[in-house]
């Protein structure tokens, strides 16, 4: 398996199959597909806006995606450093075969490469069977936090470089 940088052009729809596993709620899904859209659009500033999704890719499949960005404010708010990242998202085509871990290594280290100090991931309540997969990864728990735009509880996760 190798993760690579994600291509627009081959990968997008395999990647919007791999979140419909994941999520349902139409809105949030078209979100991730104007990410992945923009994170290809070269007239976006780097430093300010930049996204960075990669692909697990198993001999030619993208089995799992992951995607880091610069924390937006609601969760920079929360940051013990200053110049945080967010685990964007990360999601795998089968779950217990390392896709996700090796998805979550290859974010730390691009996010470091990047210049950023820790990474920040809200993680709703509704998906708290994912918790221990950030602990594995070295997240801490940061506390319970509302998202800005709908108001469901869920758990800010933080790693620091």
């Given at each position: 398996?190798?993760?690579?940088?994600?291509?627009?052009?081959?990968?997008?729809?395999?990647?919007?199959?791999?979140?419909?596993?994941?999520?349902?709620?139409?809105?949030?899904?078209?979100?991730?597909?104007?990410?992945?859209?923009?994170?290809?659009?070269?007239?976006?500033?780097?430093?300010?806006?930049?996204?960075?999704?990669?692909?697990?890719?198993?001999?030619?499949?993208?089995?799992?995606?992951?995607?880091?960005?610069?924390?937006p404010e609601h969760l920079s708010s929360h940051a013990d450093t200053k110049n945080p990242a967010e685990l964007y998202i990360i999601a795998s085509q089968v779950k217990e075969k390392g896709i996700g871990s090796a998805l979550g290594e290859k974010v730390i280290k691009e996010a470091k490469k990047?210049?950023?100090?820790?990474?920040?991931?809200?993680?709703?309540?509704?998906?708290?069977?994912?918790?221990?997969?950030?602990?594995?990864?070295?997240?801490?728990?940061?506390?319970?936090?509302?998202?800005?735009?709908?108001?469901?509880?869920?758990?800010?996760?933080?790693?620091?470089?």
């Open positions: 398996m190798e993760i690579r940088e994600y291509d627009p052009t081959k990968d997008k729809q395999k990647v919007e199959t791999i979140f419909s596993q994941y999520w349902t709620d139409r809105e949030f899904l078209e979100e991730l597909s104007r990410e992945l859209d923009r994170s290809s659009d070269l007239t976006i500033d780097p430093n300010t806006n930049a996204r960075t999704f990669f692909v697990a890719d198993d001999s030619g499949e993208v089995v799992g995606v992951t995607g880091f960005r610069k924390a990047q210049g950023f100090t820790e990474l920040l991931c809200y993680s709703p309540e509704t998906h708290d069977s994912s918790w221990p997969f950030y602990e594995k990864l070295g997240f801490i728990k940061g506390g319970i936090v509302k998202d800005p735009d709908d108001g469901y509880p869920g758990m800010l996760w933080k790693k620091v470089f």
